[in-house]
T-cell receptor
Framework: DTGVSQDPRHKITKRGQNVTFRCDPI?????LYWYRQTLGQGPEFLTYFQNEAQLEKSRLLSDRFSAERPKGSFSTLEIQRTEQGDSAMYLCASSPPPRLGNEQFFGPGTRLTVL | GNSVTQMEGPVTLSEEAFLTINCTYTATGYPSLFWYVQYPGEGLQLLLKATKADDKGSNKGFEATYRKETTSFHLEKGSVQVSDSAVYFC????????????FGQGTILTVHP
């Protein structure tokens, strides 16, 4: 039984560069979430997918951020023209269909540092 | 909108001491409530949950009761261990099917031998 995996685990980039993160949810989990966590704070919701459809985006998700889940399996989160304020831990979580419960299982996160 | 407020930390206890971490929430409808734990160097793990008023969630000696009248979900453990040292997050999801989580700011717990 593999959990949620995220790649890379760490990313250091220079301001203005684009970065892309990948999340592989638990098999057969049709719901997928992205969160952002800054130091000393709880995670904040960014966006939600049900299968391949992106059903909600937080206002935290500026137009520099885009997320996809093209085949309803893995998801990518891209940040264009990174800024120092984007430095954070980016967390992915997945959960099964509602009839099987609402527990979200979290991946280890991708720590982004923008220099 | 929904919000979660946790007691400020850090919390430092001696082994076998009693633990309480306060959590209160603001939400419309009937949210589900959760406690997540983040051990050093690890990802978030669900510790316990409660989905309706007066439910008690429990796991690994930790307990929390969903109190709708006081909009609270306080985490308790009767006797903490050094291995309980971690960051604890209270969270809620709305009474809808997709369960977007709103987290508190987290409480750092350190347990000394």
């Amino acid at each position: 039984d593999t959990g949620v995996s995220q790649d890379p685990r760490h990313k250091i980039t220079k301001r203005g560069q684009n970065v892309t993160f990948r999340c592989d949810p638990i098999s057969e989990h049709n719901r997928l979430y992205w969160y952002r966590q800054t130091l000393g704070q709880g995670p904040e919701f960014l966006t939600y997918f049900q299968n391949e459809a992106q059903l909600e985006k937080s206002r935290l998700l500026s137009d520099r951020f885009s997320a996809e889940r093209p085949k309803g399996s893995f998801s990518t989160l891209e940040i264009q023209r990174t800024e120092q304020g984007d430095s954070a831990m980016y967390l992915c979580a997945s959960s099964p269909p509602p009839r099987l419960g609402n527990e979200q299982f979290f991946g280890p996160g991708t720590r982004l540092t923008v220099l | 909108g929904n919000s979660v407020t946790q007691m400020e930390g850090p919390v430092t206890l001696s082994e076998e001491a009693f633990l309480t971490i306060n959590c209160t929430y603001t939400a419309t409808g009937y949210p589900s409530l959760f406690w997540y734990v983040q051990y050093p160097g690890e990802g978030l793990q669900l510790l316990l949950k409660a989905t309706k008023a007066d439910d008690k969630g429990s796991n690994k000696g930790f307990e929390a009761t969903y109190r709708k009248e006081t909009t609270s979900f306080h985490l308790e453990k009767g006797s903490v261990q050094v291995s309980d040292s971690a960051v604890y997050f209270c969270a809620l999801s709305p009474g809808t099917s997709y369960g977007k989580l709103t987290f508190g700011q987290g409480t750092i717990l350190t347990v000394h031998p």
